[in-house]
C-alpha cells in the first residue's frame, strides 16, 4: 500500500511542522530560542514596534534566523492601522505574509468580524498573504477563506487564557466547510487541547502564552510539538466510531465453560 | 520664532527650518547601524520605502514611525 504523503503547504510554501510559536512573553532570549527548538518549529510570529535596544537585541542578536516570519498586526483596531503595520513588515522583513489580528476590546481581545473582513479585502488586493485571526464563525471562516486568505485561523478561546475548546461543534463544522488551510489560533492551555484541535482535522496549532508562561517552557514545547503531531496521525489514522455500547475485543469465542 | 520639529516615535525631535533628510533623520536617531536592524519607516502614516529614504525631506509637523521586528505572539 502506498502511503500518500501528509504535506502542508501554506502560500506556496511547503511547511513540516504544523506547529506554529509566538515569541513573546518568555522568561529570556535563551528560554526562547531553546523552546522553540524543542517544538520543532518552522514559523515564528513577531510584531512590529517601535525601534528600542530591546527590540535590537531580539532581531539582531537573540532570535536564530533559521525560521520563516510571520508578522503579525497585533494591537490594531482598525483598517487604516493595519494596513499601515502590514505595509511595515513587509518592508522590514521582506515577506509578505501576515498574520492579521484586528482586535475589538482591550479586555477580552476578540477579533473584530467586520473589521477584519474589510482588511483583508484590501490586503489581498495589496498582493499579501493573509492568516486571517479570526472568531469560530463557521460562516466567516468560509467567507474568509474565499476570499483569498492563504489560512484562516479562528480562535478556540481568547487569547492568553488557556481555556480551550469552547465550542467543539463550531471546530467540526469549520473543518467541514473549508476545504482550505485552517489553523487554530489563540487558546491552547494545554498539550491536550493541540492535540484534539489536531484531531478534529486542522491543519496546525499556533500557540504562545501556553508555552511560554508555563514552568518549564522548554519542555512544554516539546509537549505541545508531541501533542500535535499525535492528533494528527490520529485523525489521518481514522478514529473508531462511538458507540453506547460495550464491543468486545477478546474473543468470546473458545472460553471455557461458564460455571 | 519657534523652533521647527518633528515627531519620532512620538517624541519631539527639533530640525532646520529647511528640514532634513529623512535619511539623516534614522541615522541621528538610531545610529549607523541603522541597515543591519531590518527597520521600516513611515512618515505620516505611509510607508517610505528604503530606496526613498534619501529623497524624502522631513518638514515641520511630520510624524515619523521607526519600526522593526520584536517579540510577538
Known sequence: MSKKKDELIIGGKKIMSRLIMGTSLYPNLDVLNKSLEASGTEIITVSMRRFNKEGEKFFLKGIKNKYTFLPNTAGCFTKKEAVLTAELSRESLKTDWIKLELISDNEMLLPDPLELFATCEELVKRRFKIFAYCSDDPILCKRLEELGCVAVMPLISPIGSGLGIRNEHNLEIIRGMCKGVIIVDAGIGTPSHACRVMELGFDGVLLNSSVARSFDPIQMANAMSLATKSGRLSYLSGPIEKTKKAVRSTPFRGKISNF | ?73
Open chain 2, 1 to 73: 520664532m519657534s523652533k521647527k520639529k518633528c515627531f519620532v516615535n512620538g517624541a519631539s525631535f527639533t530640525i532646520k527650518n529647511c528640514g532634513i533628510q529623512l535619511e539623516d533623520l534614522i541615522t541621528t536617531a538610531i545610529g549607523k547601524n541603522k541597515n543591519q536592524l531590518s527597520l521600516a519607516v513611515a512618515v505620516n502614516n505611509e510607508l517610505v520605502q528604503k530606496s526613498n529614504w534619501k529623497n524624502m525631506v522631513i518638514k515641520d509637523g511630520d510624524v515619523i514611525e521607526i519600526v522593526h521586528p520584536f517579540f510577538g505572539g
